[in-house]
């Protein structure tokens, strides 16, 4: 029964959530893998779409904030991701967009690929915590899958060996509105992250970027 394997985020983990009852299994990550989303500060990305462009914007130990702005260089909304030996983990977002509160995932979501092989999946259960006037908690899943690997010709360049991750959100609770929800693809590059995505709102490819040092295209 491998279908909702172990993850490594490369990580990494299965989480299964109760109220008052979390259970985490994990394995030792895969420090190659980590390079599919490097994360340095000042790493910048434009891209096509909604993504606009993307800026790692602060870092203090492990915790890395992204900030991502429109044409106008008015920002979008910024996202916390945790990174260490087991993964990339994605703990919180906050938008500048009207009737959307800020949003910090309990445990932290897995946000990079684990594996390679095309099939993998992990089933992850979180509590997305709603900075409103309730303090809403929400009991959400999370479907990862592992969608194989691809060349992958953007603006930005020729990326090879591009990991394509599904991730599929669904809240566990009726009447209350989805923040997030539907299918999020995202294609990852080796030693640059990610280099095209397509969400329910939109999709794009990286125009441009600087990782590392290093420009693209």
């Not at 985490?24 to 190659?32: F, L």
């Not at 990174?83 to 445990?107: H, M």
């Not at 566990?172 to 397509?198: C, M, P, Q, T």
Request: glycine share 8%; charged share 20%.
């Amino acid at each position: 029964m491998k279908r909702y394997g172990l993850i490594g985020f490369i990580l990494i983990a299965a989480v299964f959530f109760n109220p008052g009852c979390i259970k985490r299994v994990e394995r030792p990550g895969n420090t190659d893998l980590l390079r599919y989303m490097p994360l340095h500060q000042w790493d910048n990305f434009q891209y096509s779409g909604p993504m606009g462009r993307a800026v790692v914007s602060g870092n203090i130990n492990d915790l890395f904030t992204l900030t991502y702005y429109d044409k106008t260089d008015k920002i979008l909304f910024w996202q916390d991701l945790l990174k260490n030996d087991r993964g990339i983990f994605w703990k919180n977002l906050v938008a500048r967009k009207k009737g959307q509160p800020p949003l910090s995932f309990e445990p932290a979501l897995p946000f990079a690929p684990w594996s390679r092989v095309a099939g993998d999946t992990l089933l992850f259960s979180s509590a997305e915590i709603r900075g409103d006037s309730a303090n809403t908690h929400m009991h959400i899943q999370i479907e990862y899958e592992i969608m194989g690997t691809e060349i992958v010709t953007v603006p930005a360049g020729t990326f090879m060996d591009c990991i394509k991750l599904r991730m599929s959100f669904k809240s566990l609770y009726n009447g209350e509105k989805e923040l997030l929800s539907g299918d999020r693809y995202l294609w990852f590059a080796h030693d640059v992250g990610i280099v095209r995505y397509a969400f329910p709102d939109g999709a794009g490819e990286l125009l441009s970027a600087k990782v590392d040092g290093k420009t693209y295209p």
